[in-house]
């Protein structure tokens, strides 16, 4: 009798510790997985100058550039960030050269935040 009561498996408090992470980390996933998407949209916008023939030859300045990068943004819902504020453009000869630097927090529990910072350069081609 006293192998078989060895063999119980879990008991109600680790099955509600492991219910508890669980739970912990998906919210946390949940909270930091839009803005993945979002710096994964503009990601993209960014790298259409290059790859998309018709809105490449429309984009010659460095305005026109901040332009299409709006309306990205814009089309995506993008409306938590400030272009000026995340994305520094130059042009180099027939090039764009483009950071991306921005951080967002979010609240996770009280005084405690999730954090991710995003910083990437981006060299653009441009038609």
């Known amino acids: 009798m006293q192998n078989i009561r060895a063999q119980q498996g879990m008991s ?22 839009p803005h993945y998407m979002d710096n994964k949209a503009l990601e993209n916008a960014i790298m259409a100058v290059e790859r998309d023939k018709a809105a490449g030859t429309m984009i010659q300045s460095v305005g026109d550039f901040y332009s299409h990068i709006s309306k990205s943004m814009q089309v ?40 991710v910072t995003f910083d990437k350069e981006y060299r653009v081609r441009a038609q």
């Open 76 to 115: 995506n819902s993008i409306r938590d960030l400030k272009l000026d504020d995340i994305m520094t453009v130059t042009k180099s000869n027939n090039d764009f050269l483009v950071h991306l630097k921005y951080e967002q927090r979010e609240p996770l529990i009280k005084n405690i935040d999730l954090v």
């Open 12 to 33: 109600f408090f680790s099955w509600l510790l492991i219910l508890v992470l669980v739970a912990f980390f998906a919210s946390a996933a949940f909270k930091l997985i």
